[in-house]
């Protein structure tokens, strides 16, 4: 079964724009943005496929930075039956203090706070949409699930080092991964140790899809025809003619 172990690697990589001028068109620093929203705001970041790390190039690091803190900054923050409400509270008083001890510990770590880093100062359990740069690649919050509306940014130049670093975990549901090449996009989801990836896009779940994990995020698949499996037997059957 999946789902047995709820901590899981996410990774959201801005890759940066190679191959034709066409293909670099077809994904603008626009779909990018709305792709990493999609993939890390679901549920307001309380969901198992949400995006817990990005993992961003020097060369479109600085551009997509500014463009998410200004996205989390816009987001309203309130009760869901308030009109214009976007993010709602986090469960209970335990998951805003998990997620400010995870946020604080980034910046003592030297994470530079983009937009929000806080609480609401208003009654509920509600926690500031937050995006993080400079995240030291040794911080916990970037290995365990925050399951908060958080975004915490690391910048990388190598992108075979950007892959070991987001395998550098024991977790592997879902990773994301957006670039204008579509091969090397191939490439990095080959290389990529989790059971589900998008590629140019911030949703993976799909009815006629296996939905699952590797290493500590599950065995099996909920799903498409290999979730069918778990209700079948299988029979061997050995002829000597």
């Known amino acids: 079964m999946t789902g047995v172990v709820r901590v899981r690697l996410r990774i959201c990589a801005a890759v940066t724009p190679a191959g034709s001028a066409a293909r670099n068109a077809r994904h603008s620093a626009s779909e990018r943005l709305d792709g990493a929203m999609i993939a890390k705001m679901r549920n307001g970041g309380e969901a198992c496929t949400s995006a817990n790390r990005f993992y961003v190039h020097s060369r479109v690091a600085g551009e997509f930075s500014k463009g998410l803190a200004a996205a989390m900054d816009a987001l ?6 308030e009109p214009g409400t976007q993010v709602g509270p986090l469960i209970n008083q335990a998951a805003v203090d ?20 806080g609480s609401v100062d208003r009654r509920g359990w ?6 993080l740069g400079n995240v030291d690649p040794s911080s916990a919050i970037l290995r365990e699930e925050i399951f908060g509306p958080v975004a915490p940014i690391v910048v990388f130049d190598d992108l075979d080092e950007a892959v070991r670093l987001a395998n550098d975990t024991e977790y592997g549901l879902v990773s994301y991964v957006y670039t204008g090449d579509l091969a090397r996009g191939l490439r990095v989801s080959e290389a990529l140790e989790a059971g589900m990836i998008g590629l140019n896009r911030g ?13 500590q995020s599950g065995i099996g698949r909920e799903g498409g ?3 069918l499996l778990d209700y079948l037997e299988s029979k061997y059957v050995a002829v000597q003619w």
Request: proline letters at 10%; charged letters at 20%.
């Open 203 to 215: 949703v993976v779940s799909d009815p006629a899809a296996p939905f699952g994990g590797v290493k």
């Open 76 to 81: 309203v923050v309130g009760p869901g039956l």
């Open 225 to 227: 025809h290999d979730g």
């Open 126 to 131: 509600f926690y500031r949409p937050t995006v």
């Open 98 to 117: 998990k997620v400010s001890e995870l946020v604080e510990g980034a910046i003592d770590g030297g994470a530079r706070p983009l937009a929000g880093g």
